[in-house]
């Protein structure tokens, strides 16, 4: 023990995190090899890198023409960044409701709120179709955001409310003191000092609604409201199923995931430095 | 420019009650310190001036304005806060002129009166900086000028030396002195600190578990403490408080334990009548005729020599500005100076005579 100097430990802790960043990222890694093979080299060597012989993009092509996927992805977008949107300004002004007001009933109204954490959305599946029949939004997008918006939730409130009590009250109270509404305040003062835990909360909150199969499968299964995960299903045939286009279209679909993913965590190492150098 | 008058200031939260009919006039101008220790209600006192916490009961006026039901920017103060609250994302001419933006001040006026105000507190060179751009001392000056900018009625300070370390503090209480020298503006400053009280009071009000327990200027507090609380708590090393009982046989004296210490003779000062004795430690004198005691710790301060010295069963605190070069285990003999006494009632805790 006594010979282990901090190089070789932090050789360890490296080893041990390539180790892990291999792992995870091995699936993705063969999607997106395949996506760019021909069917037979898919099939005869699924590890080996596309070469000149084996490049084809008859995925790529496949799924260009096929249906309309420009359409899903714009869908897939629409409900992602609206219900991101909802989630993050109903959490956060419910968090702030929470940590900064004394009133009857603050403690049962967070445990309620965060109730939705434990209990999976899906168990309300019958009822909430039944109530997106009876309220006519059936193939609509508007009832995957209210959906979604309703899951993301709970874990905002209760992340967000845990970042704001740590916002200094001098600081709430030197804006009272200079005139700022309580809108102000939340807006202006602690919004940006929370940003590091919005971009948490952005990030835990977007990939499950981008990956959902579940929802609209069941209320949006319409031609012009499919996501783009749905979309790709329809290249999973009962007795065929069309390899190169579903590598395709699952490559297709990390992209923009992985566009919003860079712009927060850009915002989670900069709340993080920020706090490092005060 | 206005008097603050808080007449019959109660608050309580749900059922329990922090504040019980507070009473504090204070005139235009003057610089009022509330002190106590902390739970007594200062803090909570200047927040209900503020605006920032709601009135159980009474009256809050600034400038014969009832202000109850303001909410904290119509009432015409500034605050000044502990750990600064500078907004963290704005330059220090932004902190300074932000209320004022607030209030839809024309650009110009905004940038002649945070001038001024960078002017008087040095802070001219740092003003396009940001606040973790800054020192403790500076941040503090930052705050201190975006309530100066307002030109307000009314200064509230809440502890704003509480985290600056000593040097700081003891520069920055006498900056703070010679700001209001020179605006001469009412001030309601909150410490728990009874030096900082003493030296940058024009008048201390002393608070105990939400009651007013003495007002006065500091040098009557230390003179004529009205109860064996502010006896205590105002002056440093602390007042020491033996328990006796009075006995008048030839003169007045305190029996305590096997020690009688002579008292002045004070209406009230009945035989038999349970008492505190109250004796600052600068007030023993050595005397060959005084009571004995065995000296157990030397603390040398330079200026002057604490010890504590053990009588009976009680520590007592003496201070000597001679150097007497004692050791733990000497004996000293020791009698209060005459005049210098004070006398407590045990139950009520309240001065006699």
């Not at chain 1, 993009?57 to 309309?68: E, F, P, R």
């Not at chain 1, 000092?193 to 929802?215: E, G, K, Q, S």
């Not at chain 1, 992209?255 to 706090?275: C, D, E, H, K, N």
Request: charged share 20%.
């Amino acid at each position: 023990m006594a010979t282990r100097t901090p190089i070789s430990r932090s050789i360890a802790a490296h080893a041990v995190l390539i180790t892990y960043t291999l792992i995870a990222l091995f699936p993705v890694f063969v999607i997106v090899i395949n996506s760019f093979k021909s069917r037979r080299a898919i099939f005869n060597d699924p590890l080996a890198v596309p070469t000149a012989e084996t490049f084809d993009l008859v995925g790529y092509a496949t799924v260009l023409k096929q249906g309309d996927f420009f359409q899903y992805f714009l869908n897939s977008m629409t409900v992602t960044v609206a219900s991101l949107f909802f989630v993050l300004l109903f959490g956060a002004m419910a968090a702030f409701a929470l940590s900064e007001y004394r009133f009857k009933g603050n403690l049962l109204m967070g445990l309620y709120l965060a109730l939705g954490i434990m209990i999976p959305i899906r168990l309300g599946t019958v009822a909430i179709l039944q109530l997106m029949v009876a309220s006519g939004l059936v193939n609509t997008l508007t009832a995957l955001v209210l959906v979604y918006t309703a899951q993301g939730l709970p874990l905002a409130v209760f992340i967000l409310s845990e970042f704001m009590r740590q916002v200094s009250d001098d600081l709430k109270n030197a804006g009272r003191i200079d005139g700022l509404s309580e809108y102000r305040i939340f807006f202006t003062l602690v919004l940006p000092l929370v940003r590091p835990a919005m971009a948490t909360v952005a990030v835990f909150t977007m990939i499950p609604i981008w990956n959902d199969l579940w929802f609209p499968l069941i209320l949006a299964p319409a031609e012009e409201t499919k996501t783009i995960t749905l979309g790709s299903q329809v290249f999973i045939g009962q007795f065929v199923t069309n390899w190169n286009a579903v590598l395709a279209a699952l490559s297709l679909a990390i992209v923009p995931v992985m566009v919003l993913y860079l712009i927060f965590s850009r915002q989670l190492i900069r709340g993080i430095t920020a706090g490092a150098v005060k | 420019m206005a008097e603050v008058t808080i007449s019959d200031l109660r608050k309580s939260y749900g059922g329990l009650d922090v504040m019980h009919g507070v009473n504090v006039d204070i005139p235009d101008g003057e610089f009022v310190v509330l002190v106590g220790p902390s739970g007594c209600g200062k803090s909570t006192l200047l927040r209900m001036i503020a605006g920032l916490e709601g009135v159980t009961g009474g009256t809050i006026r600034i400038g014969g304005r009832v202000v109850n039901n303001l909410p904290p920017a119509e009432r015409n103060i500034a605050m000044v806060f502990q750990n600064y609250a500078l907004y963290p994302h704005k330059t220090v001419a932004a902190n300074m002129g932000f209320a004022l933006k607030m209030q839809r001040m024309d650009r110009a006026e905004i940038d002649a009166r945070v001038a001024r105000a960078a002017d008087i507190l040095g802070l001219k060179p740092y003003l396009a900086r940001f606040p973790r751009e800054l020192s403790g001392g500076q941040r503090q000056r930052v705050a201190m000028g975006r309530a100066i900018v307002r030109d307000p009625e009314v200064f509230l300070f809440d502890e704003p030396l509480s985290n600056l370390d000593a040097k700081l503090r003891v520069q920055m209480r006498s900056e703070i002195r010679e700001l209001h020298q020179r605006l001469s503006t009412t001030t309601v400053y909150v410490t728990h600190d009874q030096i900082e009280a003493m030296t940058m009071a024009d008048r201390i009000v002393v608070m105990k578990d939400g009651h007013v327990s003495q007002i006065g200027a500091p040098l009557d507090l230390y003179d004529r403490p009205a109860n064996v609380f502010v006896a205590g708590f105002i002056g440093s090393p602390a007042m020491n408080l033996i328990e006796g009982v009075v006995r008048r046989d030839g003169g007045v004296v305190v029996e305590a334990g096997t020690d009688r210490l002579p008292a002045p003779d004070l209406p009230g000062m009945d035989d038999g009548r349970r008492v505190i004795f109250g004796i600052r430690p600068e007030h023993l004198l050595r005397d060959d005729a005084g009571f004995a005691a065995a000296v157990a710790v030397v603390e040398p301060t330079g200026a002057e020599t604490h010890v504590v010295l053990r009588m009976g069963a009680r520590d007592v605190v003496a201070v000597f500005r001679d150097r007497l070069g004692l050791r733990p285990g000497n004996t000293l003999r020791l009698s209060p100076q005459p005049g210098m006494v004070h006398v407590f009632d045990a139950e009520t805790g309240q001065r006699i005579g």
